[in-house]
């Protein structure tokens, strides 16, 4: 649907007469998603919008490919910090990944047309704040209690690789972002994976507790994050 929506508001843009103003429009409202979109057309040739979605949240805009490739960049131009942010989340996750009990990312930083994306497997399923409130609640001793073995295989591993990147007085490794990345098997009900680790780091236990249900009502609700406290472990 976003896809629809960015396509509808650029043929509006046509007729804002001014050139600057309709760029500008294009760049900052719209995320300069058909120069992205081109980009990464000519990295796969014969790609069709059929096969594309395009999600957004954070500071990413992402094109989902055929639904095996999701492609992610930032949403406005800072060339300077971008392939910054990018690499980060890309050692984050290479070294936390054999760790984890649930599915990481494996990231592939890729540059096309000047713009830095990074590249990774799509993982089937649904995001949990898909689900109606009822069935999150039915579900959440068996989905907290795979949260909390994640956070408590994460939290408190320690790879030598990404060692340089404890920036605070943390006492972990944190995704930050839980509650709104928690993809499901809709065929098991069963958590498969964890997405967008962009605002990952080292931080308190606290707080990733409270990012596992601080986005959501009906999560906040549904009771799960009292099952997650009370399986995580706290050293």
Excluded at 18 to 32: I, T
Excluded at 138 to 153: M, S, T, V
Excluded at 194 to 206: A, C, F, N, P, T
Excluded at 208 to 215: K, T
Aim: net charge positive.
């Amino acid at each position: 649907m976003l896809l629809f929506f960015l396509k509808f508001c650029e043929f509006l843009s046509y007729f804002i007469p001014n050139r600057k103003k309709r760029e500008h429009f294009r760049r900052v409202k719209l995320y300069d998603w058909r120069r992205k979109y081109n980009a990464i057309k000519k990295h796969i040739p014969g790609l069709k919008f059929y096969q594309v979605r395009v999600i957004k949240g954070g500071w990413n805009i992402g094109f989902i490919i055929k639904n095996r490739y999701v492609f992610k960049t930032r949403k406005y131009d800072d060339t300077q910090k971008t392939p910054n942010k990018t690499l980060r989340e890309k050692r984050i996750t290479d070294a936390l990944a054999p760790y984890s009990p649930l599915q990481i990312l494996h990231i592939d930083v890729v540059e096309l047309d000047g713009y830095v994306f990074y590249k990774y497997d799509f993982i089937p399923g649904r995001n949990i704040n898909t689900y109606s409130a009822k069935t999150i609640t039915k579900h959440r001793e068996i989905w907290g209690k795979q949260l909390a073995d994640f956070i408590n295989k994460i939290h408190y591993a320690r790879p030598q690789e990404i060692k340089d990147l404890i920036d605070n007085e943390g006492d972990g490794w944190n995704h930050n972002d839980i509650c709104n990345n928690v993809i499901i098997n809709p065929k098991t009900m069963k958590i498969v994976g964890l997405v967008d680790w962009e605002y990952s780091g080292w931080g308190k236990l606290e707080t990733e507790l409270e990012n596992c249900v601080i986005f959501s009502k009906k999560i906040r609700k549904s009771g799960i994050g009292q099952v997650i406290r009370d399986n995580v472990i706290k050293k």
